[in-house]
């Protein structure tokens, strides 16, 4: 299973608006309506900031949203802040049944 | 609060093996699926296993499988990965993680993490 296709780097200003997108098949991400995100500062574990395409779980900002085209799912943070700097990872459930991530996307706040 | 803590990781040879554990605490461990994700020195996440709360599903990533066992103990709210033949390429920080999402990917708490250098 290859991994799923996210740029790798994006930026933005304080209080703009990003989106990281995330490419995959058929077979994952356009299959299934199972797409997560996931936040992670450095040495930190991951943080689940997405779940199911476009579900936050609680506590987590609504600053932060989800959607879904096709094999394509994309991750919008607005009103970017200086704590929102990190690695960003999509994952996908699988026809394998197995979960593929994407290679990551690091979130630069000029 | 929940809380997974793992342990076992260490300094293995080639062809080695070692057993992680995870800790699970203050939710009900047997409800719940788990899975095992690693990352590797400065790159990306990678799923490793998934197991079933009642241990009945059991699934492998394909650079793991024959190699690695997932297992878990409900009685003493524990999950283990036993890796065996471990390559260089095992050498990762391996993150236990909670699945409420039934083995699609939903992985809502995780470890801090334990690191597997194998190395000669």
């Known amino acids: 299973q290859s991994a799923l296709t996210q740029p790798a780097s994006v930026s933005g200003s304080p209080g703009q608006s990003i989106t990281i997108s995330c490419t995959g098949t058929s077979s994952d991400v356009g299959g299934y309506n199972y797409v997560s995100w996931y936040q992670q500062h450095p040495g930190k574990a991951p943080k689940l900031m997405i779940y199911e395409v476009s579900n936050r779980p609680s506590g987590v900002s609504n600053r932060f949203s989800g959607s879904k085209s096709g094999n394509t799912a994309s991750l919008t943070i607005s009103g970017l802040q200086a704590e929102d700097e990190a690695d960003y990872y999509c994952?996908?459930?699988?026809?394998?049944?197995?979960?593929?991530f994407g290679g990551g996307t690091k979130l630069t706040v000029l | 609060e929940v809380q997974l803590v793992e342990s076992g990781g260490g300094l293995v040879q080639p062809g080695g093996s070692l057993r992680l554990s995870c800790a699970a605490s203050g939710f009900t461990f047997s409800s719940y699926s788990m899975n095992w994700v690693r990352q590797a020195p400065g790159k990306g996440l990678e799923w490793v296993s998934y197991?079933?709360?009642?241990?009945?599903?059991?699934?492998?990533a394909d650079s793991v499988k024959g190699r690695f066992t997932i297992s878990r103990d409900n009685a003493k709210n524990s999950l283990y990965l036993q890796m065996n033949s471990l390559r260089a390429e095992d050498t990762a920080v391996y993150y236990c993680?909670?699945?409420f999402g039934l083995g699609r990917g939903n992985f809502d708490y995780w470890g801090q993490g334990t690191l597997v250098t194998v190395s000669s």
């Open positions: 993680a909670r699945d």
């Open positions: 994952s996908s459930y699988t026809s394998s049944s197995s979960v593929v």
């Open positions: 197991i079933s709360s009642s241990s009945s599903t059991i699934y492998y």
